[in-house]
């Protein structure tokens, strides 16, 4: 069992920066991935980055890539997420998950935080 706590959503203006934060109460090596999904109003789900715990590879959405960067702290469990050149698009609630796989698939993932809201304003 692994409880998953996002944090450092906010409001930002488009073009600015957040860094997003999932710290796990377990330990994150236990899992072999961690990802970053968001929801906004209307929307499904959707996987935005995830990173192995065992050898950081990562995957992105093609929506994020260049401006979103995922890292892992395994030393405080604590996994981020970089978000850089925002857009209003962007506002959703962001998810943290834990899994099995290495997908930006919401079925790979068994454990979930409780969401950090991001909205960007333009």
């Known amino acids: 069992q692994v409880t998953l706590v996002e944090s450092g959503g906010g409001l930002v203006q488009a073009g600015g920066s957040l860094r997003l934060s999932c710290a796990a109460s377990?330990?994150?090596?236990?899992?072999?991935?961690v990802a970053w999904f968001r929801q906004a109003p209307g929307l499904e789900r959707e996987g935005v980055a995830c990173?192995?715990?065992?050898?950081?590879?990562?995957l992105y959405a093609d929506f994020v890539k260049g401006r979103f960067t995922i890292v892992r702290d395994t030393a405080t469990n604590t996994v981020y997420l970089q978000m850089n050149s925002l857009f209003p698009d962007d506002t959703a609630v962001y998810y943290c998950?834990?899994?099995?796989?290495?997908?930006?698939?919401?079925?790979?993932?068994?454990?979930w935080g409780q969401g950090t809201q991001v909205t960007v304003s333009s």
């Open positions: 377990g330990s994150i090596s236990d899992y072999y991935s």
């Open positions: 998950a834990a899994g099995r796989v290495l997908v930006l698939w919401a079925w790979g993932y068994d454990y």
């Open positions: 990173i192995s715990s065992t050898d950081g590879d990562t």
